[in-house]
């Protein structure tokens, strides 16, 4: 059985977590696609070329455990801009979502690049300011020292740039349905994926 859930939105909406909880309650496979741009990112950040860490990427480097600074974040957001960088990311994103038994994939471009026939698509959202706070929240939760305005200006720096860049700019697919999570605590969030999903393919 071959069926892809493309789930995009902005930094910190909650993609991640509904993602996951999505995936397990299919019980399809689940990939991060953020951490193949944190990947390449961490690798610039020793002074690697982009394109050359892009295109060496290994599904090992997606399990090192400093992707998730805000450094590497920024690098991130920095690498995604290059059409090169991206174009080597591509065959691994579409073949993670054809494996037999059924992916979610996060991101920012799963639905209108990635994976434009994906069998369901959600745009998760919520105000900056909410998101800024659960990230705030996650990272002094992981012993980060940073204050809320150094993480609200990160999100919002990163966000411009996302949807500002030429090549496959976040912005929600035309089929795909949103999900503000401002006001959604995590498991309404979550159940509001699903309901979403199981509407689309009711036999599912
Ligand atoms: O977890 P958070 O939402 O903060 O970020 P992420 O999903 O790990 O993505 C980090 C950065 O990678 C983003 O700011 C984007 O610039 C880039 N990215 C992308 O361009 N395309 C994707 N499919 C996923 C991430």
Same mark, same amino acid.
């Given at each position: ?59 090992? /480097? ?5 992707? $998730?600074?805000? #450094?590497? @974040?920024? +690098?991130?957001? &920095?690498? !995604? ?72 200006? /990160? ?5 411009? $740039?996302?949807? #500002?860049? @030429?090549? +496959?700019?976040? &912005?929600? !697919? ?31």
């Amino acid at each position: 059985m071959r069926f892809t859930i493309a789930i995009d939105g902005p930094a910190a909406a909650g993609k991640g977590t509904i993602s996951k909880a999505v995936a397990a309650h299919y019980g399809f496979a689940h990939l991060d696609t953020g951490l193949l741009y944190r990947a390449v990112g961490a690798r610039t950040l020793d002074g690697t070329d982009p394109i050359v860490a892009a295109k060496a990427l290994t599904a090992e /480097d997606l399990d090192a455990d400093n992707l $998730r600074t805000p #450094e590497v @974040a920024q +690098a991130a957001s &920095k690498v !995604a801009v290059i059409g090169e960088v991206r174009a080597a990311l591509v065959d691994f994103q579409r073949a993670f979502a054809r494996r037999a038994g059924g992916a979610v994939l996060d991101g920012r471009d799963i639905g209108t690049v990635i994976c434009p026939n994906a069998e369901a698509k959600l745009f998760v959202t919520a105000s900056a300011e909410v998101r800024a706070e659960r990230r705030y929240l996650e990272l002094v939760g992981k012993g980060t020292e940073i204050d809320r305005e150094t993480v609200l200006a /990160d999100v919002k720096e990163r966000d411009a $740039r996302d949807m #500002e860049r @030429a090549e +496959a700019p976040l &912005k929600p !697919a035309e089929d795909a349905v949103l999900i503000d999570t401002s006001v959604l605590a995590i498991e309404e969030a979550i159940g509001a994926a699903v309901a979403a999903i199981d509407k689309l393919h009711p036999a599912e």
